[in-house]
């Protein structure tokens, strides 16, 4: 397993620029017509966050997952959530081996550098909370022992908005756990065609996916993402946006300090992906819509509104 595997390296900016806008083109040709999406399920990975789909099945989420993995050079993992589906299902088990009179450890899915977690709300509370540890911490605990996660650990969770039957809605203190909340929708007339001609004569992709990256090279980039240079100007407006979402009183459950580091990261990641290495305020705003959408719960119909509200509102700086 690579779960502590980390690589050395240093990369200049240049590099991490022209590796984000490689891994953009080659997903790009895997969902097709979805170039804004790309750009924000990158921001995310970069940003070491995780990303909740809530859209409906078979737009491409699965196959958008598996070239992630592989374009980072990682190990893909899935999960089918179902209401029977134990915690153990998830982490992995201790068995006992009549050979050698000592337990042995079998893997959950959960080892793994990007995990596909599908229709996350159908499986009960317990076996959510041992997905949702190991989101929080990149770790998870067996029997009293504590067993590390690979450092690059990357979900992708979905659910289907349409349908609530049998589902167990997620609790605003495991939404919290999530960077960003994205919806694919459909893709237009032009590119189903395109879809349609691709996969006219073979099963499955014929789009040829190489790794970008080395394995462990992935964190080292994400390292330095996190050090992308934010002012105290900036800082300030993003406190200041927090500030009067919290204060909007049609908000019942505003913007925790986790969520604004959250936003402050994926805000870095967005910059880097414009070829920059420093946030300007256009950057806050590009991934304030996802970013803050997943939290937010309270008396509006579109959380949009609560966030165009905000920066309407608070000025932005010179």
Known sequence: MNSILQSTREFTFAEITEKAREMCGLLNRVLLGKEDVIDLVLACLLARGHILFDDLPGLGKTTLAKAIATAVGGKFGRIQCTPDLL??????????NQKTHEFDFVAGPVFAD????????????????????????????????TRLLSPEFFVIATQNPIESFGTYPLPEAQLDRFAMKLRIGLPSRETEIELLES?????????????????????????????????TPIRAYLVDLASHIRNNPDVRLGISPRALLVWQRIAQAWAVLQGRDFVIP??????????????????????????NQAFDAVPVPK
Do not use: W
Request: charged content about 20%.
């Open 199 to 231: 996969h006219a004569t073979k099963l499955g992709s014929s789009v040829e996916i190489l790794p970008c990256l080395q394995p462990g090279e992935l964190f080292a980039i994400q390292e330095q993402v996190s050090r992308v240079s934010l002012v």
């Open 114 to 145: 990007v995990l596909l977690a599908d229709e996350v709300n159908r499986t009960t509370p317990r076996t959510q909370s041992a997905l949702f540890e190991a989101m929080a911490e990149r770790q998870v605990t067996i029997d009293a022992k």
């Open 87 to 96: 915690p153990t299902d998830i982490t992995g088990y201790n068995i006992y």
């Open 282 to 307: 256009d950057d806050v705003r590009a991934v304030a819509g996802p970013t803050i959408s997943v939290r937010l719960s309270g008396e509006f119909d579109d959380p949009q509104s609560i966030i």
